[in-house]
């Protein structure tokens, strides 16, 4: 078994109607693990259950908003069971590709679908890094607020991988854009994701919680279900653009890559792990 933390990976507390949802796992960045995804999962459901919160707002806590997924803390568990929320068999025990194929369907790109879906307006308050598995969460909020010294990037193209299971970039930024960020893998500042509209707002470290605290006020107001309506319009003309079934022909994509690394180097990953990811492009993570 993985050695967890003690400290809970997702925090939870409602204030005025708006519940405030925290990655915990500071010390490794809030790298993704199972186990905080599947607590992701049980706050929203909380979230969504009690008819007293209008607005939820996705956060995490210390420097960064999210390292990606865990491919390098001591609480790696991607060969732990879980019980499933989706339609899928247990990854566990499966063979070959198969292991991944099914626990990436669930835990990526499942859960992420799931969450944009949540019937509540969503904020995704981001700070410091938002990497690879970091930018499903920003994206599959409604809004996305930034400080300025938060960063987006993609780097699994060092990994042979055509970018994070939650294809969403050409739809986040424009596709030529989508291609520097995903052929080059650089860093991109919040300012510059705010000029073609991917974040929301960018402000002060100071004024992020403050803005994000406002907005979400403001949203809680407003009627319910015509926030629910709004959301949903929105992500179905997304997805009559090619939204969801890009990203199914994608998956699959990034999922022929994890064979061929498979195959060619024995690693998944192509041998690439959390220090290296982060020596060689100055930012934490991604699996
Ligand atoms: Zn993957």
Known sequence: MPEYETDEPVLYRVEEGVAWITMNRPKFNNAQNSQMTYALDDAFRRAVDDTDVKAIVLGG???????????????????????????????????????LYTREHEVYLGMCRRWRDIPKPTIAMVQGACVAGGLMLAWVCDLIVASDDAFFQDPVGKMGIPGVEYFAHPFEMPPRIAKEFLLLGDRMPAARAEQFGMVNRVVTRDALKPTVAEMAARLGQRPSLGNWLTKQAVNHVEDLRGKRTGMDAVYHMHHFAHAQNELVSGDRLAGLDAASMAKSNKSESKG
């Open 61 to 99: 806590a210390g420097k960064h908003f999210s390292a990606g997924h865990d491919i390098g803390s001591p609480g790696r568990d991607t060969d732990v069971s879980f019980e499933r929320r989706l339609m899928w068999e247990d990854h566990v025990g499966k063979p070959g590709a198969e292991f």
